[in-house]
């Protein structure tokens, strides 16, 4: 099975800086995308950025410029590094990624998620 640990929210003010993680652990074998979604209360959930196999990336309209994502596949994490924060950006972070992974029958292509970290941004 895959586990996905996060860590990194909190409480910042508006204009500030936080910096997410995501390690991905288990019987993987390798990792198509690796990514970050959020959801607002009241709202569904949005992609905030992602990052292909080949380090392609892309970003929710509402992020770009302010947010960067990369990821490390010899430690299988991915990180979201979140400048000028706006009340906005508050919401539950979740880290997902889809990956090949070993099974009995063989390989299986999967998609899998955090259990989510909150971020709350402060006016």
């Known amino acids: 099975q895959v586990r996905l640990v996060e860590s990194g929210g909190g409480l910042v003010q508006a204009g500030g800086s936080l910096r997410l993680s995501c390690a991905a652990s288990?019987?993987?074998?390798?990792?198509?995308?690796m990514g970050w979604y959020r959801q607002a209360p009241g709202k569904e959930r949005e992609l905030v950025a992602s990052i292909g196999s080949g380090g392609h990336t892309k970003y929710g309209a509402s992020v770009r410029g302010r947010i960067a994502i990369s990821r490390d596949d010899v430690e299988n994490t991915v990180e979201l590094q979140m400048n000028r924060l706006k009340p906005e950006d508050t919401g539950v972070y979740y880290c997902n990624i889809e990956c090949y992974t070993h099974q009995a029958t063989g390989t299986l292509r999967s998609e899998y998620w955090g259990q989510g970290t909150q971020v709350t941004v402060s006016s």
């Open positions: 288990g019987n993987i074998i390798s990792i198509n995308s």
